[in-house]
């Protein structure tokens, strides 16, 4: 999981080459939706799935046993779908009114994969039966968290000092997510990893765009 990080600022890279040719030819808005679709299908809808399992079973399960059921059933409910069509549609949005928006996306990309091996690190499996999830899930150690926040660091370098803003709320926004899934189903799952790289990402476009209206950030 070290190279995590990397292979989310390699997805990227390629996101925005595609971007490059199509923006000339089909314009700004339609090219931008291949900066939120192209990582999907790059990751065979993985996370998305995870989305839409969190948004299920969160808002649809009242205690850790259905939580737990709901996200492992395979047919998409009402709160799944709505959360997948909210979360395309906002970072849609945000990629067109973001400044700099490629060293946006490359930290946002980035950090999106380093949340994983940081909640990995952090919350141990929540399944007794097991799952895909229990591969990772405290099996994470000291050193390749550090192997892989060192380079979620130095991307978020590309920002200068609203990079380092959002490296550090970030953080704390994942470890927060943690301890969120601890209390309500006692640590984590596969999906969950994938809801918060999701998360994280959308989190990482709001963060830039406000250090920008807060003023000055060195």
Known sequence: MIFFPVVGFGIAVACLGLVQVLEPVFGERFANLFLVLFPIVLSGGLHTDGL?????????????E???????????????????????????????????????????????????????????YARPEGGL??????????PQLTGASIFAFGAALLLAGKGLGVFGVGLFFVWLMGQFYQKKIGGITGDLLGATGEMTEIASYVLFLSFIKIGPFV
């Open 66 to 124: 259905e939580i737990l059921r709901v996200m492992r059933d395979p047919h998409i409910g009402v709160w799944g779908a709505l959360g997948i069509v909210f979360f395309v549609l906002v970072k849609w949005e945000l990629l067109m009114i973001l400044p700099h928006k490629e060293k946006i996306f490359l930290v946002a990309m980035t950090l999106s994969r380093w949340s994983h091996v940081f909640l990995s690190y952090l919350q141990p």
């Open 52 to 64: 839409a399992d969190f948004f299920d079973g969160f808002f649809q399960g009242k205690n850790r």
């Open 133 to 142: 999830g229990e591969l990772v899930a405290r099996k994470v150690g000291r």
